[in-house]
């Protein structure tokens, strides 16, 4: 069974940092590509950055580049999303999201996300 | 930006009855669409890819179509399970982001 399961998320404050991680399982983690996509409370959802399986490619939204890192280890099955110089409007559930071999834009599993919370 | 807008914002439907739901971008997406579902409190699932393909373990009722700019999703006969909010995506311009609609929630009429 599939299984995405994520933690580091908690309250900050604005300009803080905060790391999130993913620990997969279930699956054979170094062949899939990955995400992170973040729903703010009572909204819909946001694509927030991706990984290829290798780490070769990155790719991140506008709204977050050059602020958040993604990162993975293959070795130990885990995503990584590092956040810096946070805002509020960052508020949100952030899902680890596993690409679809079929294509990787789509989002095949969701973790049950982690809420972070950027407020004074 | 590719916008993506859903139609209705809340569609109300009796169980057993029939119910589609719209998705429009704001430019052509060929067939680069997908649906999810979320339940309250859930992440979200895979239903549709491709526009008309269901995901595995997708039951029958759930179908996709369109093309271009203009999708529908139909459920054709509610169960109670479904009630839950349904997302469109377009993923046509991969690698440089992917946009979602901001949802339909069906609830019970």
């Known amino acids: 069974e599939v299984q995405l399961v994520e933690s580091g998320g908690g309250l900050v404050q604005p300009g803080g940092s905060l790391r999130l991680s993913c620990a997969a399982s279930?699956?054979?983690?170094?062949?899939?590509?990955m995400n992170w996509v973040r729903q703010a409370p009572g909204k819909g959802l946001e694509w927030v950055s991706y990984?290829?399986?290798?780490?070769?490619?990155?790719y991140y939204a506008d709204s977050v580049k050059g602020r958040f890192t993604i990162s993975r280890d293959n070795a130990k099955n885990s995503l990584y999303l590092q956040m810096n110089s946070l805002r509020a409007e960052d508020t949100a559930v952030y899902y680890c999201?596993?690409?679809?071999?079929?294509?990787?834009?789509?989002?095949?599993?969701w973790g049950q996300g982690t809420l972070v919370t950027v407020s004074s | 930006e590719i916008v993506m807008t859903q139609s209705p914002a809340t569609l109300s439907v009796s169980p057993g009855e029939r119910a589609t739901l719209s998705c429009r971008a704001s430019?052509?997406?060929?067939?680069?669409l997908a649906w999810y579902q979320q339940k309250p409190g859930q992440a979200p699932r895979l239903l549709i890819y491709?526009?008309?393909t269901r995901a595995t373990g997708i039951p029958a009722r759930f179908s996709g179509s369109g093309s271009g700019t203009e999708f529908t999703l139909t459920i054709s006969s509610l169960q109670s399970e479904d009630f839950a909010v349904y997302y469109c995506?377009?993923?046509?311009?991969?690698?440089?982001?992917?946009?979602f609609g901001p949802g339909t929630k069906v609830d019970i009429k």
């Open positions: 999201a596993r690409g679809a071999v079929v294509v990787a834009a789509i989002v095949d599993y």
């Open positions: 279930g699956f054979t983690f170094s062949s899939y590509s």
């Open positions: 990984i290829s399986s290798s780490s070769s490619t990155i």
């Open positions: 430019q052509s997406v060929s067939s680069n």
């Open positions: 491709g526009a008309s």
């Open positions: 995506q377009q993923y046509n311009n991969w690698p440089r982001g992917i946009t």
